[in-house]
């Protein structure tokens, strides 16, 4: 009876993708090992997002070998796409899978794989879930980013966008809630380009506002919904619209902002947007959302970046209400237009800004912990038997409290801030 074990780098859209790998392989008979050392065949699902996804990749690899010198061990996902001849020169590898050819891993014995390209237009990749491996289950409702910053290689490994079925996405919803999952995490590549190549032209708050009508009747108080990282340029009188008068969807918003100066952004590709729309946004929605969660990715010493447009970034940011961030030094991708721009800083300079950027953010989480402190009461999403777990503004929590089950939404009675997470004693469930 064959073994496998599977190891995911990267994003969301990974993990799910993994997940639906999984379940197909359970269905036709294999077995999940616990450890890869059990595991007959190792496969990675990876990311090529920075050097440093990359770079962890490499060392993943060695390290599964030299665990296991037996098992036969797949590569797939995003840096098999872009690099697929230099992970096959790798000894410890033995077949490389690109992410265009992801979905031939569906299905069981794994044999070589062409390498010709794909029909266009490409049809949404047929994965789908009856479960998930952690608390929180994903759905992944669009694939692929037809818009091209320039310093993203993300449409060079996944592609042009493709929407995902609003009649599938609603499917695969239902199932894991009559599962028993209580946070689903609405995810894509680039929900801006949501349901534009879909027959009757939609975009993702469309498909948010038929979700919050299906759904929320039976859901509401019961379940909730987080979205994953969205474009500011989404967020107009439509998002304004469905989120404020959302029953499921959880006070917490995460924004691929990247730069916070107007100039940066348009040498990023990313012209589409200014980044005072964000405030002018954030300012409405506090009418239905007083309080809420507010992340974002950053990204610092871009090319070209002067320390005046850096110093305006950082500005911005003093005045976003923001509760953590993720910050990340630029980190030229082979392929994309900035990579071979001659005007690139030096790595210390770009290590400096993002390591001052994150202080700013972590005083604000820190900040933002003390506030939720004070509140009665919070919703916890309950991850492990030791009560650990996130609430509705996305900040980690330790419940206190007898038969917690991982999954399940609780009321915690919020007394401090410990360890960098809220802590307090579980007051029962939601009503």
Not at 8 to 30: D, H, M, V
Not at 90 to 117: C, F, I, N, S
Not at 282 to 295: D, E, I, T, V
Request: charged residues 25%; neutral net charge; hydrophobic residues 40%.
């Amino acid at each position: 009876m064959q073994k496998f074990h599977v190891s995911t780098l990267g994003c969301k859209i990974n993990q799910y993708e993994s997940e639906a790998l999984t379940e197909s392989w359970r269905a036709q008979g294999l077995v999940e090992a616990a450890v890869p050392d059990e595991a007959q065949v190792l496969l990675v699902n990876s990311c090529a997002v920075t050097s440093r996804a990359v770079s962890d990749l490499r060392a993943l690899v060695r390290r599964l070998r030299k665990t296991n010198p037996g098992a036969r061990i797949v590569v797939t996902g995003c840096a098999a796409q872009v690099l697929r001849e230099e992970l096959s020169a790798m000894p410890e590898v033995d077949v490389v899978v690109p992410q265009d050819r992801k979905t031939d891993l569906l299905h069981w014995p794994l044999e070589p794989h062409a390498t010709e390209p794909l029909p266009q237009p490409r049809p949404f990749p047929p994965f789908q879930i009856g479960a998930f491996n952690r608390a929180r289950a994903v759905v992944k409702v669009q694939d692929g980013c037809s818009h091209g910053c320039t310093y993203c290689i993300v449409p060079l490994t996944r592609g042009a966008s493709v929407s995902r079925e609003p009649d599938e996405v609603l499917s695969e919803m239902r199932r894991l809630l009559d599962s028993g999952y209580r946070e689903l995490v609405l995810s894509g590549v680039n929900l801006r380009q949501f349901g534009r190549d879909l027959p009757s032209p939609l975009d993702f708050w469309d498909l948010l506002a038929r979700i919050e009508h299906e759904l929320s009747p039976q859901w509401a108080g019961r379940a909730r919904l987080r979205l994953s990282s969205v474009e500011p340029g989404q967020l107009g009188a439509k998002a304004l619209e469905v989120l404020g008068t959302s029953r499921l969807v959880a006070p917490h918003l995460h924004l691929s902002l990247q730069s916070c100066d107007s100039e940066v952004l348009r040498r990023m590709g990313r012209g589409h947007y200014r980044p005072e729309q964000v405030l002018e946004f954030l300012a409405q929605l506090k009418r239905f959302w007083p309080r809420l969660g507010l992340g974002a990715d950053l990204l610092t010493g871009f090319p070209g970046e002067t320390e005046a447009q850096y110093e305006n970034s950082y500005a911005f940011c003093r005045e976003l209400p923001l509760t953590y961030a993720h910050v990340f030094p630029y980190s030229p991708r082979p392929g994309t237009p900035a990579a071979d721009w001659p005007d690139a800083l030096p790595k210390a300079e770009r290590t400096a800004r993002a390591a001052r950027l994150r202080g700013l953010a972590e005083s604000r989480k820190r900040a933002f912990l003390k506030s939720l402190a004070e509140l009665p009461e919070l919703t916890v999403l309950v991850e492990t038997g030791e009560g650990n777990g996130v609430c509705e503004y996305y900040a980690q929590c330790q419940v206190r409290g007898q038969g917690l089950r991982p999954g399940s939404l609780v009321r915690m009675r919020p007394e401090g801030v410990e360890d960098g997470r809220l802590v307090g004693e579980a007051v029962g469930e939601p009503a």
